[in-house]
């Protein structure tokens, strides 16, 4: 079976207010981290930016084939993004990421794979969208009708396919504080994560909103 790997980092990161998947935690980029999180689990990583974004340099470690294309139009939102992606890769399982989650846990991912198509449920069963894996044929299908009429959200695809909602019961023990679905949105949320090692569920302390919230908002991504 063919794995294929898909980086969501076409977004325009208003909210962050800068490049914020070049931001380093420990020393390694947003994208880099989640690249190398692939590693080991897929054949080759497809990344997808914006138009006229020039390829990234990357980090050792990293799949050995990383290829880089570009969406057609800027900041079309993430199901945009996806099907950009999925029109890059072969028939297989496409196991998708997004380039601002920098704590993905390879062995959840691995179990995303093992279900696909399925994507996480969070410690409230609320199906968050990213990370996700997929039938790539049935996926491109559903991906071009939900465009057609005007759809733009991952969370409406996942629904169309009938994914599989992984329970946190099932998937806890591999990520016992949930951190695979932590999200950068914010200057924010990236110093709370050099900060404060409690990001159990992606909430910050203060009863904001979760970090995976915002992966349906079109310009996240």
């Given at each position: 079976?063919?794995?294929t790997?898909?980086v969501?980092?076409g977004g325009?990161?208003?909210?962050?207010?800068?490049?914020?998947?070049?931001?380093?935690?420990d020393?390694i980029?947003?994208l880099?981290?989640?690249?190398?999180?692939?590693?080991?689990l897929?054949?080759?990583?497809?990344?997808?930016?914006?138009?006229?974004?020039?390829?990234?340099?990357?980090?050792?470690?990293?799949?050995?084939?990383?290829r880089?294309?570009?969406?057609?139009?800027?900041?079309?939102?993430p199901?945009?993004?996806?099907?950009?992606?999925?029109?890059?890769?072969?028939?297989?399982?496409?196991?998708?990421v997004?380039?601002?989650m920098?704590?993905?846990?390879?062995?959840?991912?691995?179990?995303?794979i093992e279900a696909?198509?399925?994507a996480?449920?969070?410690?409230?069963?609320i199906?968050r969208?990213?990370?996700?894996?997929?039938?790539r044929?049935?996926a491109?299908?559903?991906a071009?009708?939900?465009?057609?009429?005007?759809?733009?959200?991952?969370?409406t695809?996942?629904?169309?396919?009938?994914?599989?909602?992984?329970?946190w019961?099932t998937w806890?023990?591999d990520?016992?504080?949930?951190?695979?679905l932590?999200?950068?949105?914010e200057?924010?949320?990236?110093?709370?994560?050099?900060?404060?090692?409690?990001?159990?569920t992606?909430?910050?302390?203060?009863?904001?909103r979760?970090?995976?919230e915002?992966?349906?908002r079109?310009?996240?991504?």
């Amino acid at each position: 079976m063919t794995v294929t790997g898909i980086v969501l980092a076409g977004g325009a990161a208003k909210r962050f207010g800068g490049d914020k998947l070049a931001e380093p935690i420990d020393g390694i980029s947003l994208l880099d981290r989640a690249s190398l999180a692939l590693a080991g689990l897929v054949d080759d990583v497809i990344v997808v930016v914006a138009p006229g974004q020039p390829p990234r340099p990357g980090q050792a470690g990293q799949p050995g084939v990383i290829r880089y294309v570009h969406d057609p139009e800027p900041f079309g939102g993430p199901l945009a993004g996806l099907r950009t992606g999925l029109g890059a890769a072969p028939d297989g399982t496409v196991l998708v990421v997004g380039g601002d989650m920098p704590f993905l846990e390879p062995a959840v991912l691995a179990r995303l794979i093992e279900a696909a198509p399925a994507a996480l449920a969070d410690v409230a069963g609320i199906l968050r969208p990213l990370p996700c894996a997929l039938d790539r044929a049935s996926a491109l299908i559903a991906a071009d009708e939900l465009l057609a009429a005007g759809e733009r959200r991952l969370r409406t695809l996942l629904v169309r396919l009938d994914a599989t909602a992984l329970a946190w019961t099932t998937w806890q023990a591999d990520d016992p504080d949930a951190r695979t679905l932590v999200d950068i949105d914010e200057r924010a949320d990236l110093d709370r994560t050099k900060r404060d090692s409690d990001l159990s569920t992606g909430v910050s302390r203060g009863g904001g909103r979760s970090a995976g919230e915002e992966a349906d908002r079109q310009e996240q991504r």
